[in-house]
């Protein structure tokens, strides 16, 4: 079974820390996701590479950056964490190829005080 | 840019039926899948359709028309299990990637 890896499950930080969220694919997928999900707005799309070392602005970028060293790893980093950016945080990898498919973890659910 | 419409809330009967609608409106449409996540977990896929017509898997059938830009998740003998949030989500072609671009989500809710 894929499996995709979200390193913290709760995390409270203050605002302007630095916040690093990691994400890691144990099924050599091509592509990797960062979507945040909040109450009546859905799934918005950050971040996403599709390849190491490759990275393209989601819908939502502002505020966020992500690195991508190595194919199984994606990471998502607040530079400045804000209130606004209080959260859940969803990474998600597909196989490259013609398929609707997402496997996400398990969420990071992220409070900014 | 894309958009996606489906309802808010759906409250259906145990055993019955119920359909979750979903338009859409985008550019370089290549699939509509759908996505269960039940409360405090993750979005776990259903079903994608690339073609138009009707796939099914066991309970669930999902639909696409892409003359009308729509599609719908059915759902069949309805467990109290099937309560959950469902998500429509359509794959466009963006900046040399393939992405998911998702709808706000039905919250289904099952009654006895």
């Known amino acids: 079974d894929v499996k995709v890896t979200q390193s913290s499950r709760y995390l409270v930080k203050r605002t302007g820390e630095k916040v690093f969220l990691e994400c890691v694919q144990d099924?050599?997928?091509?592509?990797m996701f960062w979507y945040r999900q909040d109450p009546g707005l859905g799934l918005r799309l950050i971040y996403f590479s599709y390849d190491v070392k490759m990275k393209e602005k989601g819908d939502i970028p502002e505020g966020y950056s992500v690195s991508r060293e190595k194919k199984e790893r994606f990471s998502l980093i607040l530079e400045s964490a804000s209130t606004n950016q209080t959260s859940m945080y969803l990474c998600?990898?597909?196989?490259?190829?013609?398929?609707?498919?997402?496997?996400f973890g398990e969420g990071s659910r992220l409070t900014v005080l | 840019g894309q958009s996606l419409e489906q309802p808010s809330e759906v409250t259906a009967v145990e055993g019955a039926i119920v359909q979750i609608n979903c338009t859409y409106q985008?550019?370089?449409?290549?699939?509509l899948s759908w996505y269960q996540q039940h409360d405090g977990g993750a979005p776990t896929f259903l079903s994608y359709?690339?073609?138009?017509g009707l796939e099914e898997t066991g309970r669930f059938s999902s639909f696409l028309s892409r003359s009308d830009s729509y599609g719908y998740l059915l759902l069949q003998e309805l467990q109290m299990k099937d309560s959950a949030s469902y998500f429509c989500?359509?794959?466009?072609?963006?900046?040399?990637?393939?992405?998911?671009?998702f709808g706000t989500g039905t919250r289904l809710t099952v009654i006895p």
């Open positions: 985008t550019s370089g449409f290549y699939g």
């Open positions: 989500a359509v794959r466009d072609y963006k900046a040399g990637a393939n992405n998911l671009f």
């Open positions: 998600a990898s597909r196989p490259g190829g013609a398929t609707g498919e997402l496997f």
């Open positions: 359709n690339a073609l138009d």
């Open positions: 099924m050599d997928h091509e592509n």
